[in-house]
């Protein structure tokens, strides 16, 4: 069966987001809902730190997810890696800060893996609530086309 997969950051991002996952829940009752955080104290999300990444990746690879909802304040490269090698496409909900730095990790590594991460944000859809934020990603390499600017990003 195929699946939604939603990362949040913490369990702020999650709260915030429940009417919405809810909402989509009850439009595509076909589908799955998976809930991953990077935040291993976040409750309702499947932890996915460094260690289980490839555990819970595989697990989601198997789900096929049709789309990854992303809201968190920092982008994840390894996710947004891991969605483009699996071509899972990605809607990235931001409103929190990044650079280059949160984007290809720390300690900062030039070459490979801000390529891949460059790479990465070409399929990404970002939605944003500012016009400083629209301009962040843009800096980061993500496609202008590609980024939706909504007057109001709260998801309750």
């Known amino acids: 069966m195929r699946c939604l997969w939603i990362h949040v950051g913490a369990f702020g991002e ?6 919405f996952i809810n909402a989509i829940c009850q439009r595509y009752p076909e589908l799955n809902t998976t809930i991953t955080s990077t935040n291993p104290e976040c409750q309702g999300a499947t932890f996915f730190g460094k260690r289980r990444f490839l555990k819970v990746l595989f697990s989601l690879w198997k789900q096929k997810p049709v789309l990854l909802i992303s809201y968190t304040f920092m982008v994840e490269t390894r996710i947004l ?4 090698l699996l071509r899972i496409p990605v809607v990235y909900i931001y409103e929190g800060f990044c650079g280059i730095r949160s984007l290809i990790g720390e300690p900062y590594h030039p070459g490979r893996q801000k390529l891949l991460a460059l790479i990465a944000l070409w399929r990404v859809t970002g939605v944003v609530s500012q016009p400083e934020k629209h301009q962040e990603l843009v800096a980061l ?3 202008v086309k590609q980024i939706v600017t909504l007057k109001n990003l709260k998801l309750i």
């Not at 999650?14 to 009417?19: M, N």
């Not at 890696?81 to 483009?84: P, S």
Request: with cysteine; hydrophobic share 55%; glycine share 8%.
């Open 81 to 84: 890696i891991a969605c483009l």
């Open 141 to 143: 390499g993500c496609p």
């Open 14 to 19: 999650l709260r915030a987001a429940l009417p």
